[in-house]
C-alpha cells in the first residue's frame, strides 16, 4: 500500500528556512521520480519541484529556483524539500507526490506560513 | 509553460444527471512515444488530489466507470455519466509533457444541486 506522509511545515518569518519531509511506504523513493506540488489558501495546484528516479535530475518552477532544494535520502525512504529565503507567496499546503508514468499518489500534505 | 485553461470553472449538477469538463492546452500535450500527457484529478474537499483518469483516457484503479475521458492534441474532456453526492470537489487537468513545469488547469469546482 503506497503511502506518503509529509512533515517539517510550520509559522516562519520571512527570509528563514524550513525542511520539509516526506516518508514514503509501501514502494521505494529511488525507483520513481517524486514531486513537489502545493496549494496556497484556497487557490489551485502548483507544481514546485521534481527529481528524477535516478536522482540525476532535478526540476524547479522559476519562482523557487535558486531557493528551493529537492533531495532523497534512499536508506531512509524520504524525500526532502529544503526552502531557503521563504517569502510570503510560498504560503501553501505542500504535498509530496510519486510519479509512476504520471502523478499517481499524493500524500495528505504539510501546511507552511511564511509570516512576520 | 504550457497554459490549462478548464470550462466552466463551476458545475452544479442534480444527482443522476451527466457532468462534463473541458480541458485546452497551449500545446500539444502528444509526445514523441504516442502518448498523450493529461490526467485528470479530483481534490474532495479537505482531502488531497486523487488521481482519476491518466493519458486523457485511462481510469486509475478504482476509479468508478461513470468517469471518462476523452480528446486528443489540446483539447481535452472529462464526463461523469451519472453524478453522485461523493463527486463533489474540484477537478484538475494536468498535463505533463513539459517538465518543467508541469502545469495545472485552474480548476473546476462541481458541486450537487
Known amino acids: 500500500q503506497v503511502k506518503l506522509v509529509e512533515s517539517g511545515g510550520g509559522v516562519v518569518q520571512p527570509g528563514r528556512s524550513l525542511r520539509l519531509s516526506c516518508a514514503a511506504s509501501g514502494f521505494t523513493v529511488s525507483s520513481y521520480s517524486m514531486h513537489w506540488v502545493r496549494q496556497a489558501p484556497d487557490k489551485g495546484l502548483e507544481w514546485v519541484a521534481a527529481?528524477?528516479?535516478?536522482?540525476?535530475?532535478?526540476y524547479y518552477i522559476d519562482s523557487v529556483q535558486g531557493r528551493f532544494t529537492v533531495s532523497r535520502d534512499n536508506s531512509k525512504n524520504t524525500l526532502y524539500l529544503q526552502m531557503n529565503s521563504l517569502r510570503a507567496e510560498d504560503t501553501a499546503l505542500y504535498y509530496c507526490?510519486?510519479?509512476?508514468?504520471?502523478?499517481?499518489?499524493w500524500g495528505q500534505g504539510t501546511r507552511v506560513t511564511v509570516s512576520s | 509553460d504550457i497554459v490549462m485553461t478548464q470550462t466552466p470553472l463551476s458545475l452544479s449538477v442534480t444527482p443522476g444527471q451527466p457532468a462534463s469538463i473541458s480541458c485546452k492546452s497551449s500545446?500539444?500535450?502528444?509526445?514523441?512515444?504516442?502518448?498523450?500527457?493529461l490526467h485528470w484529478y479530483l481534490q474532495k474537499p479537505g482531502q488531497s488530489p486523487q488521481l482519476l483518469i491518466f493519458?486523457?483516457?485511462n481510469r486509475f484503479s478504482g476509479v468508478p466507470d461513470r468517469f471518462s475521458g476523452s480528446g486528443s492534441g489540446t483539447d481535452f474532456t472529462l464526463k461523469i455519466s451519472r453524478v453522485e453526492a461523493e463527486d463533489v470537489g474540484v477537478y484538475y487537468c494536468m498535463q505533463s509533457i513539459q517538465l518543467p513545469p508541469i502545469t495545472f488547469g485552474q480548476g473546476t469546482r462541481l458541486e450537487i444541486k
Open positions: 527529481i528524477s528516479y535516478d536522482g540525476r535530475n532535478k
Open positions: 500545446q500539444s500535450l502528444l509526445n514523441s512515444n504516442g502518448k498523450t500527457c
Open positions: 507526490a510519486r510519479e509512476y508514468e504520471e502523478i499517481d499518489y
Open positions: 493519458e486523457v483516457s
